[in-house]
């Protein structure tokens, strides 16, 4: 069964920083491009940064680009988000989100098919 | 970065119902767009790719089209458990952004 199960986030004050991860099971997780999408307290969702199945490519929405890095560790089956100089705009529930992504008639497409249960991110002094 | 305009932000139906959503693209993003379903307190659930591919287990009742700038989802008769909100994703190109959401609510 695939799991995804995320966890560090928490309440941190503006201007602060945390990691997230990401534990996931029941997959080859080397094999698959994993995200990070998030959520505010009753908005939609937005996509946030993506990573390669090797780590040699990573891409973020401009909100959090030189201020959040993804990263992963294969051996380890982790994806981290690590977060700093954090807003309050960026209080959100942040889900892992694994890539089965495939390609047919000449194009390729994205599918988010399992995502974790997410971990909120509270940035409030 | 492509902006997804999602219409409505909300609607009100019946069980049995025949329910239709749209997603506009601010550019042409061929056939790169999901569908995805999320009910209060969970992760969302992937319902199509590739504009109309339905994914593995979701009922047929779930179908989508559009190519271009504009797409459709559409419940043929909307059962209780399809109360929830619906996005559409464009996955043409990075930032993958999101429509706004649809809340389907019970009338």
């Known amino acids: 069964e695939v799991q995804l199960v995320e966890s560090g986030g928490g309440l941190v004050q503006p201007g602060g920083s945390l990691r997230l991860s990401c534990a996931a099971s029941?997959?080859?997780?080397?094999?698959?491009?994993m995200n990070w999408v998030r959520q505010a307290p009753g908005k939609g969702l937005e996509w946030v940064a993506y990573i390669k199945q090797d780590g040699s490519e990573k891409n973020y929405v401009d909100s959090v680009k030189g201020r959040f890095t993804i990263s992963r560790d294969n051996a380890k089956n982790s994806l981290y988000l690590q977060v700093n100089s954090l807003r309050a705009e960026d209080t959100a529930v942040y889900y892992c989100v694994r890539d089965v992504g495939y390609c047919s008639g000449g194009n390729c497409y994205t599918v988010l098919d399992y995502w974790g249960q997410g971990t909120l991110v509270t940035v409030s002094s | 970065a492509i902006q997804m305009t999602q219409s409505p932000s909300s609607l009100s139906a019946s069980v049995g119902d025949r329910v239709t959503i749209t997603c506009r693209a601010s550019q042409g993003i061929r056939n790169d767009l999901g569908w995805y379903q999320q009910k209060p307190g969970k992760a969302p659930k992937v319902l199509i790719s590739a504009a109309s591919t339905l994914q593995s287990g979701v009922p047929s009742r779930f179908s989508g089209s559009g190519s271009g700038t504009e797409f459709t989802l559409t419940i043929s008769s909307l059962q209780p458990e399809d109360f929830a909100s619906y996005y559409c994703?464009?996955?043409?190109?990075?930032?993958?952004?999101f429509g706004g959401g649809t809340k389907v609510e019970v009338k």
């Open positions: 994703l464009q996955d043409y190109n990075y930032p993958l952004t």
């Open positions: 029941g997959f080859t997780f080397s094999s698959y491009y």
